[in-house]
Every structure is written in structure tokens, then in C-alpha cells.
């Protein structure tokens, strides 16, 4: 430390040294930091007394000036003296002496400054003797010896009580007076002194008696406080604390128990801090281990209870196990000994010390005092008083007086809370310590939550400032702290307390839901494992519930109700997690449980909403079954739990939607099952496939009608129940987003969710979630205000470009908006003009229409590609997708229906004798209201659906623009209205094709009816393919309304004529051939639109069996439920029907293990489809069969069946995709009429006439051979017109193929043929005459017949036409050639009926397959051979030739041809030998003349064309060329009727099938597999010329056949197929 005395100052000491010294000391004596000027002072005396002793002061001079200082302080002298003390140490141990010396003389100059006892004090005796103050410092040791020792070794003899009780009597008396006067306790202090000293009683004896009379007078706080702290002031300070941790050692042995008194007295003198807690605390027990030691051994045996509750106890065991718990029990009782913490805890509570009794606590483990009944008593007291003001002032309900409570007397106890903001302060904490021990005094709970409430309502309330707020805030957090810790444990302490629970909802219902279920989760999860207690509660909670659930049935749902209902009011959330886990399990417990449910409180069914959400979220849970095909049972039974509790009871909602918009958020789907099951039972819209046609009719109608007559369940009393959900849904603004959210989830279940998952689930993912989005559509749409409505969705070109929602959801989103619109502005137009003239009406309808659908057209034309709407307009577009069913038609059967049943409903009322007579009268006049309510509805919707017909009349002009082709209006038309919304939904399904005929009967300019009937039904195997289980149906059900309609037509001329006889969309074009050169517009004739129609059965057929054979799961699927559809209209042929038979009983087989659900729908049609059969008919009926030259029509011209010749253009898609098929069955068509007349004129004589087999079945001699030839280049010219006609254009490019294949094509046929006649023998004169008869008939039939062709003919198919005709020719000389050779030929009557895709064929023509499939048919022809695949599978485009033409990608027909070509083959090999090589030669070179002939022709019809095309031109734009299939009619006439020989009956016998299988395994051998590959690949180049080809070849194979066989066979054969027929 540095010197504070400078060496300066010493030396020049009387200069300036002293002043110097002096003012240090002055300026150090001042210094208000006490302790520091003290050491400073110390210091600086030292220093100058150090100088004084080292020689360089003198003693005098110290002396002076010390003199000077010492006024400076008043402990001056003391620091003086401690100097000197220090010094003398130092001195005395130095060996110099002279310094000894100077310090004597030093203290000697001082002795005036410093008195005698303080340095006799401080100075060593042997310096004092020196100095003279003491004589002797022995002496003087021995003297200070013996004062110690009497000081503090001998103990003063006081008086005992029992030695002198006078002194002590007069104490007692004194203290246990009457101290209501003017005693006070100094007066009192005095006269105990006094007796102290006169009967020298022990002052700790006469406190120890003050406090047993304190214990005694406990009133009397006011006097002994005081004494105590008076007397205190005479005593050590730890006196009283000893003396009471004395009394306390007293009663801590095992028998003693400590007396509350004594509590009370230590807890008052501790809240006045006469004594401190911690010197207390260690002289109670037990000790602090001890008390955590038992906290553990509570926990250990609350888990071991657990234990055996869940525990399965064998009943042998349960006898010791109870007799173990008795002597348990038996040790317990021994009393414990007595917790002196707790009492004295106990005590400050009820005085009021929360700081002493918060620091006890927290000694102690959490909930560990409060654990003890007494102690929450005390505090739950405690609380009481301090929220009293605030609970009078906020919380006391209405009406409700309520016991008020004192405040306490003490001034130090809390303050008592006036305010929120004070609750913060102790209230909050105390009721944090009580934890869920709140349970021991419900009053102060419910006294809580109206706390609670009061807060919540003032939080809610607006128009606090910021600070405020966030002061709120925090009370807003410790409010939901309190309730998590405090208020809910204690309720699941509490016994059974309903009155608590609805107390606790009506603060609980003030939360956001997010809030709720955030504490039941704590609740449920955390706060059960918190407490001994509330472990044992759950583990009997779960084992009652357990009880309860075991015994739970159907009948006695009441009582068990009563049961659940006590459970619930504690610990809601264990008896239901209990509860759904059996759900899960045991979904027939669902009914029972929603029945029992009734006697819950409010919170307890949110409660219930929380766990169902957290069940549903379980992530360990799997959502699918093992299979991975379909979800889980679990899901689906909590879904439907879910749908009939939040139907029957009042439990918020908004949770589990929002949960719902999470998943779908999140890309998950599954659990729209849940949003399903809770719409369909709230709001009682149903969605389901399997709706009767009476119910769809139902729905049809308006919300009265749906309701009685549209759903399966009558759905009654949804008016609160669907009020509800709307209610959550706006409020929460979930309506819109969930629409748009399952929109958009559609095809992420596809392309996102659906990646690994299997294609079932996919499909039926993508079905929930769009049965979900009608259905929630259709909800929204019937129950939202029209403003509520308008005000959420919005447009539609912002719902498609911005939320990028399917076109078609987007639509059904919109619908309704623009009716509510349409309707309003029609109410405001009308009101404005009181106008009542119908005509006024309909005229506002329309004004109010355009106003609303303006804006639609508009913003429809941003949905598509500009090019779109050159053939459809927008409003068109808008007029389809904005209108439904309602609008449409007026379902009156089901209104009728309804009606009826109500006049039923009220006879058996009037008629049931046991119904009181009020019952009646009620339920006769709900049944009139409804009546009513229904009659004024139908009428309503009459006028309505009126209006809108009028509307369509003057918009229909404009609504297709086809601007390209009527083909491409079609297109579009179908692909972007028909198709997304006949599977959009049922009611869709039956609108779409309500409003195909609709546009059909309104005479819509450029809507061909015929071609898009055509489109729908000609190939249905890519529709049928892509669309999941449900849009099957409803893609059925549209098939089935199509069919309905062309069934109507077919079945009756007068409705053909009255509802399409002249309408424009059966108009056709009709060009006369040879006779008359004018145009004139036509329109379909009935009998041809029944040739349509059997066209349509057959192209049905076709795609089935297609589709059945694939083996793919989807398709089976979606074609056995299309089919299942179309039943009552589909098959109506017995042909068409047999080999649809054959083909499910397959499936059946081959499924009945595999797939079981593929077995149960097989199996389900099998069945339907065997009881239809009766009411199937023979082809011949279905439609009628001209005579043979009427119908002959080159086989492969014909698109259309029998006389109707649809172009090819018909068939889906322009792309020519159906050229080959169309063209195929139209021939097989023919055939089969054709074949039904040639059996009745064979009926007479089985003479070898051949008017069965080739139409023109009779001697083919050269002269018929010339007249084909003239007709050939007259109908060729007539073609190569119509390929000029410009709306031919699309498909002019295949000419150039086609011209080149065909002579190749041609020299194979020819080769063959010539093979094949070889071996034949010369026909009969009478065939011969037969044959001319026959040519002269189709002659003149030729002139006659009308063919229909509905759009531009593509020229490639012209060139088709023209090759068969001339391939005939080639036929027909081969014919000849064997005709001169001799033989008969036998008809072949069996195969006279319609072809069917992969049927059987009639015996002749099996055989003849078989054989000539081994030589020349396809290389997979062992498909031909099994009994029902006549099909083969065969490559798409000919390997022979790289520019051969396109093959219809549907190359079924084609596939058909050549099996048909090839059966007729077979037949030929197997009777005769090969032919010689010349004779093939000779009949290659007049194939080549032929079709050198051929090109000349050509050559003059085209200039011919030229001359006519400007005539054709101004046709051909709207109208199409059409006389091509008149053509092939004629052509047909004189080449014969190729077909009958060819069609396959699939009726006809499987015995025989199997037959010819084993002749034709026999036959077959490799070198024929070979010729058979060259042939096929031969056949496939070109479709159109082949086919023709085959024909003829069959012709001339069959006839040989005829010829070798003999008359006999025919026979056989006839009888065979009329059998079958």
C-alpha cells in the first residue's frame, strides 16, 4: 500500500509536514465511506507513530499534533489505541532497544489522548507495568484468570418451579389474567422482570411459560406478540427458537402427536420473524430423505396397482393375492408417524403465511404437501380469500348470492386480488402448488373457471390498448397454464362432477379449438403420468370402461349409457381412447356406442372430437390393409362413428374439417372417407353407384322430391344436423377450400399419391375422392345462401387458370351460382314488370339468362385452345355445363310415385285403430303438407323446365359453328362435354345423354344425331379401360340412356318417323347411280336405321368380349360393370347374347380362385343375363333381312350394317381408327339378313339352289362375268367422284397406297383361288338359271335402294370399295372355271346369322376354318381353334409391306376377317388336292388383264368425275356424299353376297366345335403353319381390298365345298343352325 505520510513532510516537518498531516486527517475523518476513512486513519497514525519509533520524529512533536487530530472522530482514541497495540507487538519482538524506548516514551506522551482502560485493554501486561500502569503485571493476570472464569464458567442458580412455585404462580397468574382492559403487554413485561429479580426465577423457564399460555389464549395474538418480541430483547436471539424446537423434540416420539396449538404458536412467531424458518426446519422430523423416500414408494405402488389392473389374474391366484393385500393393509394402518413439517405447514396456511409456507413447499417434491388433504383444505381456503373481491365483483353469476368470506385478521396474510392483474401475483402461484389437488374443494374450481369466463369475455373484447394487450396476453398464457396444470387433473380427481364439466366447458368453449385440444393433449398423454393418483385413476378408469364395454349390447343401452356418462365427467379422455380402440376393432359396436353416448356434459363430446382426431392421426397406424388394396377396416369404422356422433350430437366440427384440409394439403386422400361418412349422415346427401333408376329419377326433381324419393335411408330431422356443418364451415372458411383441395386431389391421387400403390386402391382412392367432392358440392350447393354461395366461389375462369381445378369440378362448383343468379335476376325482372303473359315470362327468362351467362361465355374461352372453338361455341359450351337434369325434364312418374305413397301413408293411418287420435291428426297433416309441398313443386319445375326449352330454341342456331367438318364438331363435342361429364356423376351420366337427344329433337343445325350415336357406341374399349369402378358406372348408366333412346326408335316405325324422320340428324346424301345425275337431301330410312342399330349390338359385343379377353383386371372389371348397366337395354340379340354368355361363364372359371371379386361380378351379370334371355330375340327380328340381291353390298364397303352404310368417318376419331372394323361388321351384318331369307327358300327342297351361300350363288358363267365388269366401272367412276368431293380431303393421302398394294393383293387372291377350283366339277343348269335371276333382281334393286352416308368419305376408303368389286370379278371367273369343271355345291345354311366377335361358326364353316387356317391363315391361328377365342391375336400392320395401309388400331375386325377368310379355306383344303402349276399360270394372266382392264376404267371415270365434281361441290360442305354404299348394295347384287358363307353364328353348337378341333389338329401340319404365315401376312396389307378378297374366296371355297359334298350335308347343316337360331 502506498505511504500516506510523505518523506517530505517528516523532514520539513514544522514547515508544512504538520498542516499537511492535519488536513489529511481532516479530509479522511470526512470521508463518507465509513469503513474506508476508518482504514485510511488507522493507516496514517501508524505511519507517523512508525517515524516516532524509527528516531525520525520526536515523541513531543507526535504527541502535539496527535492532539490536534484526535478531535477529528469520536473513535479516534480507539483507532489510537489499536495503533499502539500493533506497535507494542512489533517493538517487543525487535532486538533493537533504543526503538523499544521510543515507543514508551511515545505512548507516555499520548496517555492524555488515550484513557487507562482502553490501552489496559489492548497493551500487553509487561508494556503497561512499563508504562506505570499497572503495578505488577502478574498480578494482574491472575486477577483477569479469575473474572473469566466467574463470568463464563460459573452457572447462576436460578429458582425452579418446584422449589419456588410462589414466584412462578404469580407469573402464571399475571399472564392469565383477563386482558381485555387497559393491560398491555409492557406493563405486563415490567411485572415479570420484577418477579424475576424478587423470586430470582430462570428467565428461560418464565419464556417457556409465556409460550404454553400463548398456546393456551391463542386470541390473544395482539398481547403476546409483543411480549414475546419485548421479552426477546433480554434473551440470546436463538433462545426462543431452541425452546421451541425443544417443545417440538418432545413429541417426536412414535406415540406422541404434536399439538395444533403448538403449530399455530411457532407458524405466528415465524410470520413476525421472531424466529427464522431454517433454525426452526432442522428440529422438526421427518427428515427431508425420508419425505422424498416415500414420494418414490407412493409412484413404485401407484404403477404396481396399474400392474394389476392390467393384469390377467388366473382365479387360483387371485386367493393368495388377496390374502397378501389383507396383511398389507394390516401394516399400513399402523399409524405413521406424525409430519411436523406438514403440520406447521398446515399452520402458516391458515394464518395466512404464503412466503413461509411457499419456501416449506418447495423443499418438498412437487404436489407432495398438497397430496395431503389438510394442507390443500387449507390452501384451497387461502385462495378463496384472496380472490374473494374479484369473484364478487366478475364471476358471481345472475341470480346467484353465494356465501361471502371474511378476510383474514392478520395484516401480513396476501393481498386480497381486485383485479386480473393481481391474480398474477399469488393466485396463479398458489393454485400452481395445488396442482390437481383442487379436487378437494370443487367450490373454489368452479369459482376458478368463472374467473376464467369473466377474463375470456374482457380478452375477447376489443378497444384496450397495447399495453394492455399484451398484459391480457400473459394473463391469457397463465390462464391456459392454470387450466392444463390445475384444472383439468383436478377434474379427473373429482367424483364424477357433470355440474364441474359443464362449469369447466363454458371457459373452455371461449378458446379457439386449437387451444382445447392442444390441453386435452397434455391431458390425455402427459398429465396422467404425473401423479401417483392420477396414475391409479387411469388404471381404474380403463378397467371400468373395460366393464362397462364387455357388457354393452343393443338392449341394454341405457344403463350402460348412465355408466359411460359417470366415467366420462373425470377422465373423458381415457374412456374414449378406450372406447375407439374397440371401435376399431368391433364395428358393430358403433350403433350401441352412439346410442349410449347421450348422457355426456359438452366438453366431454369435444373431448370426444379430440380423440377421434388424434385416432384418426395415429401414425403408427397403417391405412391400408395388408394387400394393399383396399383401407383399412380401422379407418372405415372410425369414419362411420365419426358420420353418426357428429350427426346425433352437438360436437364442434371445425377440428376435424380443418384435420381433413391438412391431410389433403399434405397429398394424403385417405381420410376423405371421414368428410364422406360426416356429410352423408349430417346433411343426408348420399353418394352411391348402386341407385335405382326411380331414385335417379328422383333426384332429378327438386329438394322435396330428392329427399322423399332420391336416397335409400328416409332421411329425416338433417335440418339442425346439416345447419351445423354449414355453420363450421363458413366461419372457419373451409367450404371453398376443401372443394378446390379435393378438385386438385383427384389427380393427385393418380400422378402423386398413387406411385407405388396398387392400381385397385389408386382407383379407389380416386372414386372416395371424388364421390367426396360431389357429394360436398351438392351439400353446399343445397344449403348455402345464394349470397353465401356467390360470395366464395369464384369465377370459373379463376377457378380452372388460378386454382387450376378440373374443368369439369369447376363446373359443378359453378352450377348452382348461376342458377341462384338466373333465378334472382328473373325474380327482379318480373317484379319490376307485372307483366303476367306467359310469352312476357319466358322473354325475362331469357333477358335474365343472357345477363348472367355473358360473363360465362366470356371467360369459358380462356379453358380452351382458340381452334376449339371453331366448331362449338362458347355458349354452347357454357349452356351444356351450367345446365342439369332439373332443367331439363320434369321426372313426373316420380312425383306421381311420391304422392301415391303419402295417400297410402294416410289410409294406413286412418285405418290403424291402436294410434291416439292427436297422433293421427299430426301425422295426417305432415302427410298433406308434403303432399302439397310436392305437388307445388312439380309445377314449379314444369314452368321452369319450359322456360329453359325456350331459351335452348333461340340459342340453338348458334351453338355449333363446325366451321371444319361435322366430324370434328362431334369430336369435340364428345371430348370435351359428353365424356368428362357422363362420369362425372349418375345424374350427370343421364343428363348427358337426356341432353344428346335434346340437341337431336331441337333440329340443331350441324349436329349429326346418327354420328354421334355412332361415336358413343363404336368403340368402347379405351373409355371402358381408363375409367375407375365408379365412372364405369356411370359411364353403364350413360350407355344405357344412350341405348334406351335408339331402343326406342328401333322399336316402333310411327317413333322413328314422328322423332327422326325428317330431323337434320338423320339426313344423308343420296347420289343415284346410273339413272339419275341430281342431288337431293335424304334422310335415313327406318329399316336402315335398324341395320344401324344391330351394327351397334355387334360393336358392343365386340369391345366386351375384347376387353373380357384381356385378362387385365381393370378392364374385366369396368366392362362387367358397364354391362351390368345396360341389361335392360343390351343384348337384345340371341346371337350377341350367347357369346357374351360364353364369354362371362370363362371369366367365371378362370377367376373363381384368382380374383373372387372379379367371380362375384361375373357371376352376378352370369345370372342377370340368364333371366334376360327369354326376352331376347333372332336377328331376323331385330332387323329386318332384304332378299339376297337387294342386300348383296361388296363386303368391305360397308360401314354401316345392312343397307345403312355408315361411312367409315363414323367410327371414334377421324383418324381412320375404325375404317377396317366399321367396314367388317357391316358385311357381316349383311350376311346374316341375307342368310335368314336363303333359308326360307331352301325350306322346299334341299336341291343343291345356292341362294344361302354366296348371294350370288348360282352358275358363275362368263356373261356374268362381263355384266360385273360394266357395273364395276360404272359404280368405280361413281366412287372416284365422290373422292374429289373436298370433305373427302383428310383422308385422300391412303390413295397412293392403296393403288400400289392392290395388284399384289389381287395376284394372291387370284393365286389361291385358282388353287382351290381346280379340283371343282361344272354347277347344275338349275343353279345357273338361278344365278342370271337373281343378277336381273339386283339390277333393278340397284336403282331403288337409297344408302345413307353421314359424313365426308375418305377416299382411301373409296379405293376400298372399288378393289373388292373388282376382286369379285377375278372370284367370278375362277367360279366359272370350276362351274365348267362339273360338281355341285351343297349350301351351307348352318352359318346364317349375324358375325359376332370371337363366337363360334356354324359346323361347314369350322371345318373349312380349321383346314384353311393350317394352309393359309394367320401364324397365331391357334386361337381360331379353341371353342369361344375365335380372335386371334394378330400383328398390327402386314410385314409383307412397308407401305401397307393403316390397320384400324382396334384390329379386332380385321383379326374377325381373316378368320373368317381362313375357315372358309380349311374347308376347301381338306376336301381336294392342290391344283397343277399350269393351271395356276393360266389364271395369273388373266388376273393381269383384269386389272389392265381395270386402269383403263379408271382412267374414264375420272374425267367423268371432273365434269361432275362442281355439281357434287355445293353438297358436300354440309351434307356428305353418300352413295357409295348404295354402291356396294348394287355391287353386291351382281357379284353376289359374299357373306352368308362367311358369318360365324355365335349360337351355333360348341358339340361340334370340338370336333372339327380334333380334325383340324390332325390336319395341320409345319409346311401349311408356313403357307398359312405368307398368306396372313398377305391378307393384313391392306384392309379394305383383302377383306373383299376373302369373301370371295370363301365363296368359291365354299361352293366346291357344296359341289363334293353332296345334297345330304346341306341338310344337316340347315337343321343345325336353325336350331341354334
Given at each position: ?100 524506548d521510543h515507543f514508551t516514551q511515545l505512548v507516555l506522551a499520548c496517555l492524555y489522548l488515550v484513557s487507562d482502560t482502553v490501552l489496559k485493554e489492548r497493551l500487553d501486561p509487561e508494556t503497561l507495568e512499563s508504562l506505570g500502569l499497572i503495578k505488577q503485571s502478574q498480578q494482574f493476570n491472575q486477577k483477569s484468570v479469575k473474572i473469566k472464569t466467574k463470568l463464563f464458567y460459573k452457572q447462576q442458580k436460578f429458582n425452579l418451579l418446584r422449589e419456588e412455585n410462589e414466584g412462578y404462580a404469580k407469573l402464571i397468574a399475571e399472564l392469565g389474567q383477563d386482558l381485555s382492559g387497559n393491560i398491555t403487554s409492557d406493563l405486563i413485561l415490567e411485572n415479570i422482570k420484577s418477579l424475576i429479580g424478587c423470586f430470582n426465577l430462570d428467565p428461560n423457564r418464565v419464556l417457556d411459560i409465556i409460550l404454553e399460555v ?437 360436437i364442434e366440427l371445425a377440428g376435424l374439417l380443418q384435420y381433413v384440409a391438412n391431410q389433403l394439403k399434405a397429398g394424403k386422400s385417405f381420410d376423405l372417407l371421414i368428410l364422406k361418412e360426416v356429410v352423408q349422415k349430417m346433411a343426408g346427401i348420399e353418394i352411391t353407384e348402386e341407385m335405382t333408376m326411380e331414385q335417379l329419377e328422383a333426384m332429378t326433381g327438386g329438394e322435396q322430391l330428392k329427399a322423399e324419393g332420391g336416397y335409400f335411408g328416409q332421411i329425416r330431422n338433417t335440418k339442425k344436423s346439416s345447419q351445423r356443418l354449414k355453420d363450421a364451415l363458413l366461419d372457419h372458411d373451409l367450404a371453398l377450400p376443401l372443394c378446390l383441395l379435393m378438385a386438385q386431389q383427384r389427380n393427385g391421387v393418380v400422378f402423386q399419391e398413387g406411385g407405388e400403390k396398387h392400381l385397385k386402391l389408386v382407383g ?101 385452345l382458340p381452334k376449339v372453338w371453331d366448331d362449338i361455341s362458347p355458349q354452347f359450351y357454357a349452356t351444356f355445363w351450367s345446365l342439369t337434369m332439373y332443367d331439363l325434364a320434369v321426372p313426373h312418374s316420380s312425383y306421381d310415385r311420391e304422392v301415391n305413397k303419402l295417400k297410402v301413408q294416410m289410409k294406413a293411418i286412418d285405418d290403424n285403430q291402436e294410434m291416439p287420435p292427436n297422433k293421427k291428426k299430426k301425422e295426417k297433416e305432415r302427410c298433406t303438407a308434403l303432399q302439397d309441398k310436392l305437388l307445388e313443386e312439380e309445377k314449379k319445375q314444369l314452368e321452369h323446365v319450359q322456360r329453359v326449352l325456350q331459351r335452348l330454341k333461340l340459342e340453338k342456331d348458334n351453338w355449333l359453328l363446325a366451321k371444319s367438318t361435322k366430324n370434328e364438331t362431334i369430336t369435340k363435342f364428345l371430348q370435351l362435354c ?644
Open positions: 500500500m502506498a505511504a500516506l505520510l510523505p518523506a517530505e513532510w517528516i523532514k520539513n516537518w514544522e514547515k508544512g509536514g504538520k498542516s499537511e498531516f492535519v488536513q489529511l486527517c481532516r479530509a479522511l475523518s470526512e470521508n463518507k465511506n465509513h469503513d474506508v476513512g476508518f482504514r485510511d486513519i488507522q493507516q496514517a497514525l501508524y505511519e507517523l507513530a512508525y517515524h516516532v519509533v524509527r528516531g525520525n520524529l520526536k515523541h513531543d512533536q507526535a504527541s502535539n499534533v496527535l492532539g490536534d487530530v484526535i478531535e477529528f472522530r469520536e473513535d479516534m482514541p480507539s483507532i489510537l489505541a489499536d495503533v499502539f497495540c500493533i506497535l507494542d507487538i512489533e517493538t517487543s519482538c525487535l532486538e533493537e532497544k533504543n526503538k523499544r400463548y398456546e393456551c389464549r391463542p386470541e390473544y395474538d395482539d398481547f403476546f406478540v409483543p411480549l414475546i418480541e419485548s421479552y426477546m430483547y433480554m434473551c440470546e436471539p436463538q433462545t426462543l427458537c431452541h425452546i421451541l424446537g425443544f417443545k417440538f423434540k418432545f413429541y417426536q416420539d412414535p406415540s406422541g402427536e404434536t399439538p395444533s396449538s403448538l403449530y399455530r404458536v411457532a407458524a405466528v412467531l415465524l410470520q413476525h420473524n421472531l424466529i427464522d424458518l431454517e433454525d426452526l426446519y432442522v428440529h422438526l422430523l421427518p427428515g427431508d430423505n425420508a419425505i422424498i423416500e416415500e414420494h418414490k414408494r407412493e409412484i413404485v405402488e401407484a404403477k404396481q396397482i396399474v400392474r394389476k389392473l392390467t393384469m390377467v389374474v388366473l382365479s387360483s391366484e387371485k386367493t393368495e393375492e388377496k390374502e397378501k393385500e389383507k396383511e398389507k393393509e394390516e401394516e399400513k394402518t399402523e399409524k405413521p408417524p406424525d409430519n411436523q413439517k406438514l403440520g406447521l405447514l398446515e399452520a402458516l396456511l391458515k394464518i395466512g403465511d404464503w412466503q413461509h409456507a411457499q419456501s416449506i413447499m418447495d423443499q418438498m417434491p412437487p404436489f407432495y404437501s398438497t397430496s395431503h388433504r389438510a394442507i390443500a383444505v387449507a390452501l384451497c381456503q387461502l385462495v378463496h380469500v384472496t380472490v374473494e373481491p374479484l369473484y364478487r365483483r366478475v364471476g358471481v353469476p345472475k341470480g346467484a348470492k353465494g356465501s361471502p368470506i371474511s378476510s383474514l385478521p392478520n395484516k401480513r396474510a396476501p393481498k386480497q386480488a381486485e383485479s386480473f392483474e393481481e391474480l398474477k401475483k399469488e393466485v396463479f402461484n398458489m393454485l400452481c402448488y395445488l396442482g390437481p389437488h383442487l379436487s378437494h374443494d370443487p367450490i373454489l374450481f368452479a369459482k376458478v373457471v368463472r374467473l376464467g369466463k369473466a377474463f375470456m369475455k374482457e380478452f375477447q373484447s376489443d378497444g384496450s390498448k397495447q399495453e394492455d394487450k399484451e398484459k391480457m396476453e400473459t394473463l391469457f398464457s397463465c390462464l391456459l397454464s392454470i387450466t392444463d396444470q390445475v384444472l383439468l387433473p383436478s377434474l379427473s380427481l373429482m367424483d364424477c362432477n357433470a355440474c364441474m364439466s359443464e362449469e369447466l366447458w363454458g371457459m373452455f368453449k371461449t378458446f379457439p379449438y386449437q387451444y382445447r385440444y392442444r390441453l386435452y393433449g397434455q391431458w390425455k398423454n402427459e398429465t396422467y403420468n404425473s401423479h401417483p393418483l392420477l396414475v391409479k385413476v387411469k388404471a381404474q378408469t380403463i378397467d371400468r370402461a373395460k366393464y362397462i364395454m364387455k357388457r354393452l349390447t343393443k338392449e341394454n343401452v341405457k344403463p350402460s349409457g348412465r355408466q359411460i356418462g359417470k366415467l366420462s365427467h373425470s377422465n373423458p379422455t381415457i374412456l374414449f381412447d378406450y372406447i375407439l380402440s374397440q371401435i376399431q376393432k368391433y364395428d358393430n359396436l358403433i350403433t350401441p356406442v352412439v346410442d349410449s353416448l347421450k348422457y355426456l356434459t359438452s366438453l366431454n363430446y369435444d373431448v370426444l372430437a379430440y380423440c377421434i382426431i388424434e385416432a384418426l392421426a395415429n401414425p403408427e397406424k397403417e391405412r391400408m390393409k395388408h394387400d394393399d388394396t383396399t383401407i383399412s377396416s380401422w379407418l372405415q369404422s372410425l369414419a362411420s362413428f365419426c358420420g353418426a356422433v357428429f350427426r346425433k350430437y352437438p379407389k382412392l380416386y372414386d372416395q375422392c371424388h364421390d367426396t367432392l360431389v357429394q360436398f358440392g351438392g351439400f353446399l350447393a343445397s344449403n348455402l345462401s345464394t349470397e353465401d354461395y356467390i360470395k366464395r366461389v369464384p369465377s370459373i375462369d379463376v377457378l380452372c387458370n388460378e386454382f387450376h381445378t378440373p374443368h369439369d369440378a369447376a363446373f359443378f362448383l359453378s352450377r348452382p351460382m348461376y342458377a341462384h343468379h338466373i333465378s334472382s335476376k328473373y325474380d327482379e325482372l318480373k317484379k319490376a314488370e307485372k307483366g303476367n303473359k306467359q310469352q312476357h315470362k319466358v322473354h325475362k327468362y331469357i333477358t335474365s339468362c343472357e345477363l348472367v351467362m355473358a360473363p360465362v361465355h366470356e371467360a369459358v374461352i380462356s379453358l380452351h359428353i365424356f368428362p361429364r357422363c362420369i362425372f356423376s349418375a345424374i350427370d351420366a343421364v343428363y348427358c345423354a337426356h341432353f344428346v337427344e335434346l340437341v337431336h329433337q331441337q333440329k340443331t343445325p350441324n349436329f349429326s344425331t346418327l354420328l354421334c350415336y355412332d361415336r358413343v357406341f363404336s368403340d368402347i374399349i379405351y373409355t371402358v379401360a381408363s375409367c375407375t369402378e365408379n365412372e364405369a358406372s356411370r359411364y353403364g348408366r350413360f350407355l344405357c340412356c344412350m341405348l334406351e333412346t335408339v331402343t326406342r326408335w328401333h322399336s316402333d316405325r310411327v317413333i322413328y318417323e314422328k322423332e327422326c324422320g325428317n330431323y337434320p340428324g338423320f339426313l344423308t346424301i343420296l347420289r343415284a347411280t346410273g339413272f339419275d345425275g341430281g342431288n337431293k337431301a335424304d334422310q335415313l330410312d327406318y329399316e336402315n336405321f335398324r341395320h344401324v342399330v344391330h351394327k351397334w349390338h355387334y360393336k358392343l359385343t365386340k369391345a366386351s368380349v375384347h376387353c373380357l379377353e384381356t385378362g387385365e383386371y381393370t378392364h374385366i372389371r369396368n366392362i362387367l360393370i358397364v354391362l351390368t348397366k345396360i341389361l335392360p337395354w343390351y343384348p337384345k340379340v340371341l346371337n350377341l347374347g350367347q357369346a357374351l354368355e360364353r364369354r362371362v361363364h370363362k371369366i367365371c372359371q378362370e377367376e373363381k380362385e384368382k380374383r373372387p371379386d372379379l367371380y362375384a361380378l361375373a357371376m352376378g351379370y352370369s345370372g342377370q343375363l340368364k333371366s334376360r334371355k327369354p326376352f331376347m330375340i333372332p336377328e331376323n327380328e331385330f332387323h329386318h333381312k332384304d332378299p339376297p340381291a337387294r342386300n348383296a353390298v361388296p363386303a368391305t364397303v360397308q360401314n354401316g350394317p345392312g343397307g345403312a352404310g355408315m361411312p367409315t368417318s363414323l367410327t371414334i376419331n377421324t383418324v381412320r381408327l375404325e375404317e377396317g372394323t366399321a367396314e367388317e361388321t357391316a358385311d357381316k351384318l349383311k350376311e346374316k339378313s341375307q342368310g335368314v331369307v336363303k333359308v326360307i327358300n331352301k325350306t322346299v327342297n334341299a336341291t343343291p339352289k345356292v341362294t344361302t351361300s354366296n348371294g350370288n350363288s348360282a352358275s358363275n358363267s362368263k356373261i356374268i362375268k362381263e355384266k360385273d365388269d360394266k357395273e364395276k366401272s360404272g359404280k368405280e367412276k361413281d366412287k372416284e367422284k365422290k373422292d374429289k368431293t373436298p370433305a373427302a380431303t383428310p383422308e385422300m393421302k391412303a390413295l397412293g397406297k392403296d393403288g400400289k398394294e392392290k395388284p399384289k393383293e389381287e395376284r394372291a387372291n387370284k393365286d389361291e383361288k385358282a388353287r382351290e377350283i381346280k379340283e371343282k366339277t361344272p354347277k347344275s343348269d338349275k343353279e345357273k338359271e338361278k344365278v342370271k335371276k337373281e343378277e336381273k333382281a339386283s339390277k333393278e334393286e340397284k336403282s331403288k335402294t337409297v344408302v345413307t352416308i353421314i359424313e365426308s368419305k375418305s377416299s382411301a376408303e373409296k379405293e376400298r370399295e372399288k378393289e373388292p368389286s373388282r376382286e369379285r370379278d377375278l372370284a367370278k371367273e375362277m367360279k366359272s372355271k370350276e362351274n365348267a369343271k362339273g360338281g355341285e355345291k351343297v349350301p351351307v345354311a348352318g352359318s346364317l346369322k349375324s358375325p359376332v366377335p370371337r363366337s363360334e361358326t356354324s359346323e361347314s364353316e369350322r371345318e373349312q376354318k380349321r383346314r384353311k387356317v393350317d394352309t393359309h391363315s394367320s401364324p397365331s391361328h391357334s386361337s381360331t381353334v379353341k371353342g369361344t377365342a375365335v380372335l386371334p391375336k394378330v400383328p398390327l400392320v402386314s410385314e409383307n409391306y412397308s407401305s401397307s395401309r393403316v390397320i384400324s388400331v382396334h384390329f379386332l375386325q380385321d383379326n374377325l376377317n381373316e378368320l373368317k377368310d381362313s375357315s372358309a379355306k380349311h374347308y376347301i383344303n381338306h376336301t381336294t388336292p392342290t391344283l397343277s402349276k399350269s393351271k395356276e399360270r393360266e389364271v395369273e394372266k388373266k388376273d393381269l388383264d383384269k386389272s389392265r382392264e381395270r386402269s383403263r376404267e379408271r382412267e374414264k371415270k375420272d374425267e367423268k368425275d371432273r365434269k361432275e365434281r362442281k355439281r357434287d361441290h355445293s353438297n358436300s360442305d354440309r351434307e356428305v356424299p353418300q352413295d357409295s354404299t348404295k354402291r356396294r348394295k348394287e355391287e353386291n347384287g351382281t357379284t353376289g353376297s359374299s357373306k352368308h358363307s362367311k358369318s360365324e353364328s355365335p349360337s351355333d353348337s360348341p358339340r361340334l366345335n370340338e370336333k372339327e378341333k380334333e380334325k383340324n389338329k390332325s390336319k395341320s401340319s409345319g409346311k401349311e403353319k408356313g403357307d398359312s404365315i405368307k398368306a396372313e401376312k398377305m391378307e393384313k396389307s391392306s384392309s379394305g381390298s383383302k377383306k373383299e378378297s376373302r369373301h370371295d374366296k370363301e365363296k368359291a371355297e365354299k361352293k366346291e365345298k357344296r359341289d363334293s359334298t353332296g345334297g345330304k350335308e346341306e341338310k344337316k347343316h340347315h337343321k343345325s343352325s336353325d336350331k341354334h337360331r
